[in-house]
């Protein structure tokens, strides 16, 4: 049978009505067109499946057995509607994001922590990790989009947009005084012990191709995984480290450490947004990333 489904529910509203009237204005049609569709399914399916009585219809043996099965069905069919409706309204849903150390605790968090205040019901999934690992991610299908920082390198699948900008120093602590009132060639940086952070990062390769077209090459003496650990390595004096400003801000405003004067700026970079051109945003990522759009916070 090849019946029309909308004669299912029809048969499903008059079922709970228990009266053909009240189907007809429950679903904003009229009388006889209730009527004709009941006619109708009892036709396709070959057997009666309503009893007239004086106060409306009531199912036949055959059109309880029907209506089991039809009102989980179309029961389950107004359950998604209503879910489809939550996500909608941003009721519920998940959002899944990738990012790094520096992009969370020093852009994300605070967006995430208003969003969450405001959308209790979305659920947020974040997944910790250097920016080549969040792009890996991205293309698994794995988060909705990453928060990283730049250089992403060439991706044509992805848009990249920028958010703000952050800036990377070298940075010591009271061992390497007299390198403070001074500026210090680009090359003389091959001569310290650097402490800088593991080569799978995007600010690592940053910093190798930025020396290296100032024909600089260092080697590290301290490769570590996180910056925390490398300022934390800085004010104990093992070597001079480089960072993002962001994670040094505290200790060089308290004078624990200070910033090298160096012969060349390094260029500013930004932190970014990375999402799939041809990848649709559910309506809670969309308002997450109209947040982090926003300017001024």
């Known amino acids: 049978m090849n019946i029309n489904l909308e004669y299912y529910k029809i048969f499903y509203y008059t079922a709970r009505a228990g009266s053909i009237t009240r189907a007809a204005e429950l679903l904003s049609v009229s009388q006889p067109a209730v009527s004709q569709a009941v006619r109708t399914l009892e036709e396709e399916v070959g057997m009666p499946l309503f009893v007239r009585t004086g106060k409306g219809v009531r199912l036949t043996p055959a059109g309880e057995v029907l209506y089991s099965y039809v009102e989980r069905g179309y029961e389950s069919i107004l359950m998604g509607e209503m879910k489809l409706r939550e996500l909608q309204n941003l009721e519920s849903g998940e959002i899944r994001i990738g990012a790094s150390d520096m992009t969370l605790r020093f852009f994300l968090l605070p967006y995430l922590q208003r969003f969450h205040e405001a959308y209790p019901g979305i659920k947020l999934t974040v997944t910790n990790g250097p920016t080549p690992e969040t792009l890996k991610m991205m293309q698994e299908g794995r988060i909705d989009f990453g928060v990283v920082t730049d250089p992403v390198g060439a991706h044509g699948d992805l848009q990249i947009l920028k958010m703000r900008e952050i800036s990377d120093v070298f940075v010591a602590g009271y061992r390497f005084l007299e390198l403070k009132h001074r500026t210090i060639p680009l090359k003389e940086l091959e001569r310290l012990p650097i402490i800088c952070l593991e080569k799978n990062t995007s600010t690592r390769r940053?910093?190798?191709?930025?020396?290296?077209?100032?024909?600089?090459?260092?080697?590290?003496?301290?490769?570590?995984?996180?910056?925390?650990?490398?300022?934390?390595?800085?004010?104990?004096?093992?070597?001079?480290?480089?960072?993002?400003?962001?994670?040094?801000?505290?200790?060089?405003?308290?004078?624990?450490?200070?910033?090298?004067k160096l012969s060349a700026k390094i260029p500013k970079r930004s932190i970014c947004v990375i999402l799939e051109r041809e990848k649709g945003l559910s309506a809670a990522a969309q308002r997450l990333l109209s947040f982090l759009n926003e300017k001024g916070d």
Request: glycine fraction near 4%; charged fraction near 30%; aromatic fraction near 16%.
């Open 206 to 260: 940053y910093m190798d191709a930025f020396l290296k077209e100032n024909k600089v090459f260092i080697q590290p003496e301290i490769e570590l995984a996180t910056s925390d650990m490398i300022v934390e390595f800085a004010r104990r004096n093992f070597g001079v480290a480089n960072v993002v400003y962001d994670f040094a801000r505290e200790y060089l405003e308290k004078g624990e450490l200070f910033e090298l």
